[in-house]
């Protein structure tokens, strides 16, 4: 997702067949094998052929995007029996009201949930005041406002590509599904690639004056409050479909090829120019004179551009035992495809998080890779893996089973609800429209942008208000229960160290 990335995105270290592929076949299908470690020889080769194109990581390098806004007079969803009327401007909307069910649902949110409330602890015994909202001005790429159901928009900056414009989709979507729920809102939203408020800035008599800022991603040092991203409905200029139907998509893939059958390597794809950690990746490749246990190719955008992205199908990525997921300048939208690929996945040492990550578990849901010894790390991974099958699958199979289960579309929405719901709630203002915002609704934005973006659009957009509440939000972590998960983590991390210790003596 990083902008940077587009200056690299035509040079690099392209592994297309060739020796490196001839010692790969070579070292998997000639040496020593152990058992549950053989891989058929037809798979492997095909793909071998298929792996220069195929990888969840090419998304990490966006290339421009330029489109042009055209309007239909109407245009039907995915749900066939909804149709949008095409307007420019939005429709006078009716005062009635619609009765939804108001009962507490039943349905327990996840766990990850709780992390709302320390996101919003900074500003919970003081409140939020108009004037730490608009402080947020100068970082924020754009304002959000909500008052008695309408939204409003007001572009502070231009967001790269169609960031901005699919996470107010998403938030039509939102209001659509619970509409009347939610409180009226004013909020500052942030489309760059890393947060922007940093804790240092908020030390003593400063501390209750913590501008908020609602962004993709945050780090311990970083107050930014965490938002489900754009990709969620869709990210046109890299044809990644809506997540209700990629999720559905990937799920189907995944059964192509069981794990013993996968090549027994730890693959990634990408740009590597964003971090260190990429470029120190690089050195893990698989050559004649080494064998880190890892495929490594540096992503070609002209050529996935030149063939319109048809080999670079999610669904069809779940082809390595071993999937590596690592940052570039900061955390990376295909975590969740990662993820989802019942394949382990090895997380480099990350320093961001978004809205669902935090409760992911170190041998539990992944593996972690250290970030200052990474070549030897993957190694030991991937050859304790080969050793034990049977527990590498648990492990990329309770990672699938988290995103497959724990992050549905309900689930997303009903984030978006109880964040937003709690952060109202802290408003010590009632907002009111700011000068040179412009309503956004269905109408308005259903039909504009290109014909792909209109599409993502049509398919993401929910049927109508849900017949159920939102779920409901577990307890807030008290102080001994947040420390006993973190010590937990830790030691679940420290536990792989000493089987890789054991795979190195």
């Not at 492997?44 to 052929?49: E, P």
Request: net charge neutral; with cysteine; glycine share 6%.
């Amino acid at each position: 997702m990083e902008e940077e990335n587009i200056h690299h995105a035509n040079h690099g270290y392209p592994l297309h067949g060739g020796r490196i592929c001839s010692v790969f076949l070579s070292k998997i299908v000639k040496g020593p094998m152990k058992t549950g470690d053989l891989v058929r020889p037809s798979i492997i080769f095909f793909f071998l052929l298929i792996g220069a194109f195929i990888s969840l990581h090419w998304i990490d390098v966006v290339p421009l995007a330029i489109s042009d806004i055209s309007l239909q007079k109407t245009i039907p969803s995915f749900n066939s029996s909804v149709v949008i009327n095409c307007s420019i401007t939005c429709p006078i909307h009716s005062s009635k009201t619609i009765k939804l069910d108001e009962s507490p649902s039943s349905e327990l949110c996840p766990e990850y949930f709780r992390w709302i409330y320390q996101d919003l602890n900074p500003w919970k015994e003081k409140g939020i005041t108009k004037e730490m909202v608009e402080s947020a001005g100068s970082e924020a790429y754009m304002r959000i406002v909500v008052v008695n159901g309408k939204v409003y928009w007001k572009k502070l900056k231009r967001a790269f590509q169609t960031r901005d414009v699919f996470n107010i989709w998403g938030i039509l979507q939102l209001l659509r599904l619970y509409p009347g729920k939610l409180p009226d809102l004013d909020i500052m939203f942030e489309c760059g690639d890393r947060p922007v408020i940093q804790k240092r800035d908020y030390g003593g008599s400063n501390a209750n004056n913590v501008t908020p800022m609602f962004h993709y991603c945050a780090s311990d040092s970083t107050l930014d409050i965490v938002f489900p991203d754009w990709s969620f409905w869709g990210w046109p200029e890299l044809h990644i479909k809506p997540w209700e139907a990629l999720s559905k998509d990937l799920e189907e893939g995944n059964q192509r090829v069981k794990w013993i059958d996968r090549i027994p390597y730890a693959h990634w794809k990408g740009g590597p120019g964003s971090s260190l950690a990429r470029k120190a990746l690089l050195k893990c490749n698989l050559t004649d004179q080494q064998d880190w246990g890892a495929l490594i190719y540096a992503l070609n955008w002209g050529l996935v551009r030149q063939e319109m992205y048809k080999s670079t199908d999610l669904a069809n990525q779940c082809t390595h035992r071993y999937k590596i997921y690592v940052e570039g300048r900061a955390w990376s939208v295909s975590e969740k495809y990662i993820l989802a690929c019942d394949s382990m996945s090895l997380l480099v040492t990350p320093h961001y998080y978004d809205f669902f990550s935090r409760s992911l578990l170190p041998s539990i849901h992944y593996w972690p890779i250290k970030e200052n010894d990474i070549c030897r790390s993957i190694k030991s991974a991937v050859n304790w893996g080969n050793k034990h099958p049977e527990k590498v699958q648990e492990i990329g199979k309770a990672g699938s089973k988290f995103i497959q289960e724990e992050l549905k579309m309900k689930s997303v929405y009903d984030y978006m609800f109880h964040l937003l719901y709690q952060y109202g709630k802290l408003l010590k203002y009632k907002p009111t429209v700011p000068e040179g915002s412009v309503e956004v609704c269905l109408e308005t934005m259903a039909c504009s942008g290109t014909e792909l973006e209109k599409t993502f659009k049509m398919n993401s957009m929910v049927s109508g208000p849900s017949d159920t509440s939102p779920c409901t939000m577990p307890p807030p972590y008290d102080p001994t229960t947040l420390q006993s998960f973190l010590e937990r983590k830790a030691n679940l991390t420290k536990q792989v160290e000493r089987w890789e210790a054991s795979e190195n003596t």
